[in-house]
């Protein structure tokens, strides 16, 4: 699912993608630990490849609202690129306290996480996560959820945040979080 959409992506923006290539880049990594890995395309097709030991990752994480908004026009939320500097910025001042910063829109509207995206369970048990058109990079373990029905797409507000049952973050290393 990663390789697909890395050459959706690709596509998108005019990159030349092998999907043979980028399995025999990542054909040698092994390891008894979970790992970190991210595979990098370059503009000319060419790949770069980082691993690294994945530490343990808490059960319950402490979440807040990031004070930069997002545009949820802007085309490069869809696609997972070295293009996110806003998340990095977050993440690398994230106070002690908190593990995780939420995204809003220029419309209040949630998006997603520095590295995370955001379920959250209403007051009638059902899940929803932000849809892409509020400018969330469409996650792996999103889509997972999405597929199965877990979770059905619907537009999260802050009120909703505030007045729900129960908010995971999640991605497709980490799995779901509780927050």
């Known amino acids: 699912l990663h390789l697909k959409r890395m050459e959706n992506s690709a596509k998108a923006l005019g990159f030349p993608f ?22 990098t395309l370059g503009e000319l097709g060419d790949f770069d490849l980082k691993s690294e030991a994945l530490g343990d990752t808490k059960p319950v994480w402490k979440i807040a609202i990031a004070d930069q908004r997002l545009c949820s026009s802007d085309p490069w939320l869809l696609h997972k690129t070295t293009q996110r500097r806003v998340y990095d910025e977050a993440r690398s001042t994230l106070p002690k306290e908190l593990d995780e910063l939420l995204f809003v829109n220029e419309k209040g509207e949630v998006c997603e996480g520095t590295i995370t995206n955001v379920f959250v369970q209403l007051s009638d048990g059902g899940w929803i996560t932000p849809p892409l058109m509020s400018g969330c990079l469409p996650g792996i373990l999103r889509q997972i959820k999405l597929q199965s029905g877990a979770v059905r797409e619907a537009v999260v507000t802050i009120n909703e945040l505030l007045k729900c049952r129960q908010i995971r973050v999640g991605n497709s290393l980490r799995g779901e979080i509780l927050a």
């Not at 092998?18 to 991210?38: G, H």
């Open 18 to 39: 092998c999907d043979k290539a980028a399995l025999t880049e990542i054909s040698n990594l092994k390891s008894q630990r979970p790992m970190w890995c991210r595979l």
